[in-house]
T-cell receptor, first 117, second 112 residues
Framework: DAGVIQSPRHEVTEMGQEVTLRCKPISGHNSLFWYRQTMMRGLELLIYFNNNVPIDDSGMPEDRFSAKMPNASFSTLKIQPSEPRDSAVYFC???????????????FGDGTRLSIL | AQSVTQPDIHITVSEGASLELRCNYSYGATPYLFWYVQSPGQGLQLLLKYFSGDTLVQGIKGFEAEFKRSQSSFNLRKPSVHWSDAAEYFCAVESNTDKLIFGTGTRLQVFP
């Protein structure tokens, strides 16, 4: 089975540029999570969606960050304008959730390593 | 507030030795607990999970973990470590709003 697919794997760009990270969740999963990993702050949840609807975006650092999930098989995380402090590894994860909260674990993609110069 | 503490930032063991990685959590209700492993340049792979029932859970790659409610702990163990186990290990607790709260991780180094 294909896992969570993220693209690009690496992104290097200059500050001020727009950055778009992409994620394809596992087919059939209805919850999607975006995380950021840095040495200083560890793994932070940025936002998560359930059935394509954003449920909690309290982790989004500021208005420069936005995330969308136009359909069940695709999500984007956009940073505009980007800044050097946004450099990190960004992970997408997906899981299957129901009203019963059957607590299926989250499956992670391999991440996008983002460097803002 | 929910939190996870991994007291050991870095652990070094010899190949073939036993391993225990510590994890303590703070959560008001029955926790859902996880251990993930991250190899360099890779995403997080689920090793095992605890939702309910038997407090000793078995995972992949020969790992196991024991949930101890009285100690608020969920320590990860392996009887004999292999060089390929060198990686970073994260303990996590799931909140009642489906959010995973991660510990800061323990980096495992294995000497031949």
């Amino acid at each position: 089975d294909a896992g969570v697919i993220q693209s690009p794997r690496h992104e290097v760009t200059e500050m001020g540029q727009e950055v778009t990270l992409r994620c394809k969740p596992i087919s059939g999963h209805n919850s999607l999570f975006w995380y950021r990993q840095t040495m200083m702050r560890g793994l932070e949840l940025l936002i998560y969606f359930n059935n394509n609807v954003p449920i909690d975006d309290s982790g989004m650092p500021e208005d420069r960050f936005s995330a969308k999930m136009p359909n069940a098989s695709f999500s984007t995380l956009k940073i505009q304008p980007s800044e050097p402090r946004d450099s990190a590894v960004y992970f997408c994860a997906s899981s299957s959730r129901s009203w019963k909260r059957d607590n299926q674990p989250q499956h992670f993609g391999d991440g996008t390593r983002l460097s803002i110069l | 507030a929910q939190s996870v503490t991994q007291p050991d930032i870095h652990i070094t063991v010899s190949e073939g030795a036993s391993l225990e990685l510590r994890c303590n959590y703070s959560y008001g209700a029955t926790p859902y607990l996880f251990w993930y492993v991250q190899s360099p340049g890779q995403g997080l792979q689920l090793l095992l999970k605890y939702f309910s029932g038997d407090t000793l859970v078995q995972g992949i790659k020969g790992f196991e973990a024991e949930f101890k409610r009285s100690q608020s702990s969920f320590n990860l163990r392996k009887p004999s470590v292999h060089w390929s186990d060198a990686a970073e290990y994260f303990c996590a607790v799931e909140s009642n709003t489906d959010k995973l709260i991660f510990g800061t991780g323990t980096r495992l180094q294995v000497f031949p």
